[in-house]
């Protein structure tokens, strides 16, 4: 009973380092999102995904990636590091089917940029 | 545009009850949520409201929504020292089903 899980938990990077942030669900879910967390800032949208193969840019995109290969996962990129992009990141899944629209969020990833 | 606006912080004592606000923009919300982030976890859903009800009960929690106002509450009755966490309200928004919009969030700080 995974749900959605995020790797890595922790991750320390030089400005300018590249790296993805993995995320996968096991719940057949449709929707696909990343957020990230600052304090005072709640939760901002970067991108998200309503399907394998279809992206789109959130509230907060510039500076990172992402792709939809297969339902299952959705990758952040971050293309070159800025302490800016210091954050806690949350990927998010949801069902397509209309119901209660409950997002299931992953543990976070705790990033820190030098 | 969408936006969700909460208080920031709320301090009560242990047995009192705790009451966070929050006001929504888009009207046309099927669903309006309230969830729970306790420190260094992820958010889990507390509970929701469809929008065509006034209040919903679930044990210590109670919420209200006023669709005229656009404003929700949740209700906490006897706070417990382990309800201190962040809460985050949400909402649906215009642009789409995919994802929610949400509150910054309220800290509430439950005190023995």
């Known amino acids: 009973n995974a749900g959605v899980t995020q790797t890595p938990k922790f991750q320390v990077l030089k400005t300018g380092q590249s790296m993805t942030l993995q995320c996968a669900q096991d719940?057949?879910?449709?929707?696909m999102s990343w957020y990230r967390q600052d304090p005072g800032m709640g939760l901002r949208l970067i991108h998200y995904?309503?399907?394998?193969?279809?992206?789109d840019q959130g509230e907060v995109p510039n500076g990172y990636n992402v792709s939809r290969s297969t339902t299952e996962d959705f990758p952040l990129r971050l293309l070159s590091a800025a302490p800016s992009q210091t954050s806690v990141y949350f990927c998010?899944?949801?069902?397509?089917?209309?119901?209660?629209?409950?997002?299931?969020f992953g543990e976070g990833s705790r990033l820190t940029v030098l | 545009g969408e936006d969700v606006e909460q208080s920031l912080f709320l301090s009560v004592r242990e047995g009192d009850s705790s009451v966070i606000n929050c006001t929504y923009t888009?009207?046309?919300?099927?669903?309006l949520y309230w969830y729970k982030q306790e420190p260094g976890a992820g958010l889990q859903l507390l509970t929701y409201?469809?929008?065509?009800?006034d209040m919903k009960q679930d044990q210590r929690l109670t919420v209200l929504l006023n669709k005229k106002d656009k404003h929700l509450s949740l209700r906490i009755a006897d706070t417990q020292t382990g309800d201190s966490a962040i809460y985050f309200c949400?909402?649906?928004?215009?642009?789409?089903?995919?994802?929610?919009?949400f509150g910054k969030g309220t800290m509430l700080l439950v005190s023995p």
């Open positions: 998010a899944s949801r069902s397509g089917i209309v119901g209660t629209g409950e997002l299931f």
């Open positions: 719940m057949n879910h449709e929707y």
């Open positions: 995904s309503v399907g394998a193969g279809i992206t």
């Open positions: 888009d009207s046309s919300s099927t669903y």
């Open positions: 409201i469809f929008s065509n009800m």
């Open positions: 949400a909402e649906t928004p215009n642009s789409g089903y995919s994802t929610l919009t």
